[in-house]
């Protein structure tokens, strides 16, 4: 059995939805000797989020970024909370719709994603700044 | 210990939300010796999801895809992303909104679910096909 | 290896999004030994949820009540699910747009939660009751 956590950090981005997926395996090298397990990704932010969609076209992001602006509008009007400025309330629910973490599968020291999956970092502030995440790696070795 | 990885074909099925808790439960004979331990469900699609809910009323299930079809509608004219036909978009879309992974506690060779929860396959498309899972279980023996 | 279920029960709460952080943490002692791990919080219902977000300002979780009940309405010519009452169809689909359960990292016998970061109970139903979760913990020991 191992269970390793690691500490990552991802790069400043602007807002929008982002392929992370590589940087991400960057920093895992830990997975490689692993024959089953979970990769288990945890972002600490309340205004930020991590989901699985779509790796290839750049406009599957575009339209994300589209969808969530109009499914939660930043209109100042609707919420209390807004002392941190229009587009803090949304990136608050935004990361609630989507998720704080995600699971992964490990198999034979890759994870197990399907061909068109890809990871996203959902920026959901207009300057977010780098973003921390904790890897948490459990599962069996060859 | 236990770790196991099993791959899981759910057969096709048409756009809408499914109840598939026995499908899935027929494929996973390995829960059985477990006494404590969590099932993981990842399906490798970026067009479908999994979600827990209401198991017994069938309306319920209409109800989730008519709501859904209400909050993220297909309308060409939002989005950039249209090659693979107006439901395409969409579907992405819903597939993040709802999740692509499911934890579901095992306890004494069963899942720990309520009363009233069972597993849902969220088809996004109009035409998916059949969808694979991976399901990871993890945990410990009596 | 540890691996421990433990039954939980929140309190009865009104309809809204609650920060039960420290009353989660106060039934789970079994925490406090393990080096590193992974906590599975999992409500067994479907028409309250789990999520996490901002644990200081109550206005945060007051403006999610509100932006929910907009983006899911209790318009009952819109469900055919309605016999239970108004709130209960759009509490359902509200449980899966946040999620029924929680995955987070434990690291040297404390949840490695960001600064601003906070368990909710988001009770969708007008009179839900007490709500019963199951906490799966699982990890190493120093």
């Known amino acids: 059995m191992t269970w390793i956590h690691t500490q990552l950090q991802l790069k400043p981005r602007p807002r929008g939805f982002h392929l992370v997926t590589d940087e991400i395996l960057a920093q895992l090298p830990e997975l490689k ?37 109009r499914m939660v509008p930043e209109n100042p009007s609707r919420y209390r909370h ?3 400025g229009p587009d803090d309330m949304p990136a608050h629910i935004k ?24 990871i996203y970092l ?3 502030r207009n300057d ?13 070795k060859t």
């Open 33 to 69: 000797p692993l024959r089953v397990g979970l990769l288990h990704l945890f972002i600490q932010h309340t205004s930020a989020s991590l989901t699985l969609n779509e790796n290839a076209d750049p406009t599957v992001r575009e339209d994300f970024e589209g969808h969530f602006n």
């Open 95 to 118: 990361s609630s719709l989507l998720d704080s973490a995600l699971s992964i599968p490990i198999h034979n020291g890759r994870l197990a994603l399907g061909t068109w999956q890809g």
């Open 82 to 84: 807004t002392d941190e």
């Open 128 to 140: 977010g700044g780098s973003r921390r995440l904790i890897a948490t790696i459990h599962g069996e």
């Open 122 to 124: 959902c920026e959901h």
